[in-house]
Antibody, heavy 118, light 106 residues
Framework: EVQLVESGGGLVQPGGSLRLSCAVS????????MSWVRQAPGTGLEWVSI???????YYADSVKGRFTISRDNSKNTLYLQMNSLRVEDTAIYHC????????????WGQGTVVTVSS | DIQMTQSPSTLSASVGDRVTITCRAS??????LAWYQQKPGKAPKLLIQ???NLEGGVPSRFSGSGSGTEFTLTINSLQPDDFATYYC????????FGQGTKVEIK
């Protein structure tokens, strides 16, 4: 079955760190463009970061320098390392696939919840 | 950065109605626009890409049009399953979403 399953969310204090994982099944993570998209409570969608097939990575200005996207081809998994977390990073974090870049996101995971609070 | 503005924010409609949602880009994005449907507690679902290309399995009552800075999503004969929030997204330069349009039951 083709699917994305996120994990790793939780409650963290401001300034803390978390690593999110996105387990990919049914296709190869390295052959696709993989993104993280977040949705703060009651609000819209915000693109966070993307990992291109060739290894290039891009970030939204709001997370640049704090978040790092990576992938492990052997585990067919995408990651998001989040450091120096802020209250405004609180959101559901979805991973999403696009089959070329730039392109629309044709497959999404259900998301993992990140709460940054003291 | 390219900003996307959707209107209306909320739309009240009845089953069988034809509804139209508008999305405006702050600069030209050619046809690099997608539409998503999201239901509470669920991930977004891609409906349309390249402004007017319907994704496989999406009912033909959904259609998209436009280019440049003005785009529309039309739902002909609204069905009970269509009550949801709809987002536009540009992918001409990075990725930016509109703020969403909630289609609710009138």
């Amino acid at each position: 079955e083709v699917q994305l399953v996120e994990s790793g969310g939780g409650l963290v204090q401001p300034g803390g760190s978390l690593r999110l994982s996105c387990a990919v099944s049914g296709f190869t993570v390295s052959s696709n463009y993989m993104s993280w998209v977040r949705q703060a409570p009651g609000t819209g969608l915000e693109w966070v970061s993307i990992f291109y097939t060739g290894g290039s990575t891009y970030y939204a200005d709001s997370v640049k320098g704090r978040f790092t996207i990576s992938r492990d081809n052997s585990k067919n998994t995408l990651y998001l390392q989040m450091n120096s977390l802020r209250v405004e990073d609180t959101a559901i974090y979805h991973c999403a696939r696009s089959t070329s870049g730039p392109a629309a996101f044709d497959l999404w995971g259900q998301g993992t919840v990140v709460t940054v609070s003291s | 950065d390219i900003q996307m503005t959707q209107s209306p924010s909320t739309l009240s409609a009845s089953v069988g109605d034809r509804v139209t949602i508008t999305c405006r880009a702050s600069q030209s994005i050619s046809i690099w626009l997608a539409w998503y449907q999201q239901k509470p507690g669920k991930a977004p679902k891609l409906l349309i890409q390249k402004a007017s290309n319907l994704e496989g399995g999406v009912p033909s009552r959904f259609s998209g049009s436009g280019s440049g800075t003005e785009f529309t999503l039309t739902i002909n004969s609204l069905q009970p399953d269509d009550f949801a929030t709809y987002y536009c997204q540009q992918y001409d330069s990075y990725w930016t979403f509109g703020q969403g349009t909630k289609v609710e039951i009138k």
